[in-house]
């Protein structure tokens, strides 16, 4: 195989493995780049590859995704190799059917894998709104501030970080497992996404203050009931954050003005310690961004916007528009 030949073989086994295990809609699988290297001599030690890299990975087999996402990812995978001239391949439909015969779930796994070779893995809902939340699963803006805060650890590392809508819990989990900081304070205010938070952190490694640690050495992690609309100043003031996040939650115009009281809170409880302040969104309604950003002036807080950064480590929707903002907080004033 050619040089050039083998690193297109790479990037298209990485995509499927990326895209695979965090269970993303199958019409965003590269199958026409497949289509074209299935002609190739070495079409079916690809698709072999494949299958050891989705439904054969050893992540996927501890953390199955539903079986209806892998039931319909294998059926197509079938159907490409049966669209070449070529011998069948048993291990595809032996794939199937075990999946087959697993039994679906109205949770489902996906995982993220980091550049350190870990992996960050979720128990999700199955329907995209659940239980009256969007909570319950991982957003855009989560994957790319994720990869902000990989790319940029000195702004975590030993320090105590305050998240604000965790939801499932994919950007702190990152953040506890490749950025290193002293401690970790996931946040929201719904029961049933509270409750999955809990389980995502813990089957992730990480202990909650009632379980024995598993590693003293890394960070002290929290999972707070915070409401915007109910919390105190006192109560923020006991977090102690020296940074502050927030993913994905300006979807409506209610929530943008109770988070940006909790940020004005923020300012007045720790005046001469302000936290650095991260949140990023994606831009589905201009009207919500601007609001964000004219509420932000109203109140004295100064912020700017990250520069894009350069690597893109997980699967997400590559038209989507998700900016990052960064907010002082030291010049708020009252209003």
């Known amino acids: 195989m050619a040089p050039e ?19 993303r809609a199958l ?14 001599p070495s079409g079916s030690e690809l698709l072999l590859a494949i299958l050891q890299k989705t439904v054969k990975h050893p992540v996927c087999v501890q953390h199955l995704p539903s079986v209806k996402y892998a039931r319909c990812f294998l059926s197509k995978l079938i159907k490409k190799h049966e669209a070449v001239p070529t011998e069948p391949l048993d291990a595809l439909y032996e794939a199937l059917a075990e999946v087959l015969m697993a039994e679906e779930s109205t949770q489902c796994h ?27 699963v991982t957003w855009d803006a989560a994957l790319y501030l994720a990869e902000w ?35 970790f304070i996931f946040s929201d205010c719904h029961g049933q996404v509270l409750e999955q938070l809990r389980g995502n952190v813990l089957l992730n490694g990480f202990p909650l203050d009632m379980h024995t640690p598993i590693d003293p050495s890394g960070p002290k992690v929290t999972v707070a009931e915070l409401d915007w609309d109910k919390v105190t100043t006192s109560q923020l003031s006991a977090f102690q954050a020296d940074v502050v996040i927030a993913a994905d939650v300006l979807y409506c115009g209610e929530v943008t003005l109770s988070l940006v009281r909790v940020l004005k809170m923020l300012s007045h409880c720790q005046r001469n310690n302000a936290p650095d302040v991260y949140v990023a969104y994606t831009i589905r309604n201009q009207d919500t961004g601007k609001l964000f950003i004219k509420e932000l002036d109203r ?32 010049g708020c004033h009252s209003v």
């Open 299 to 330: 109140t004295g807080i100064y912020w700017e916007e990250v520069p894009p950064h350069a690597s893109k480590l997980f699967p997400y929707e590559e038209y989507s528009a998700i900016v990052i903002l960064k907010l002082v907080l030291n």
């Open 27 to 40: 019409p965003s699988f590269p199958w026409q780049s497949l289509e074209e290297k299935l002609r190739e």
């Open 110 to 136: 996906r995982s993220y894998l980091l550049p350190s070779g870990d992996s960050v893995t979720l128990s999700e809902s199955t329907a995209i709104v659940s239980h009256g939340t969007t909570g319950l």
């Open 149 to 183: 805060a990989i790319e940029n650890p000195a702004a975590f590392t030993d320090r105590t970080v305050l998240e604000l809508g965790s939801g499932a819990g994919l950007t702190g989990l990152a953040i506890c497992k490749a950025c290193c900081p002293r401690a």
């Open 5 to 23: 030949d083998h690193e297109g073989a790479t990037s298209l086994l990485q995509s499927f493995e990326r895209r695979f295990l965090a269970a």
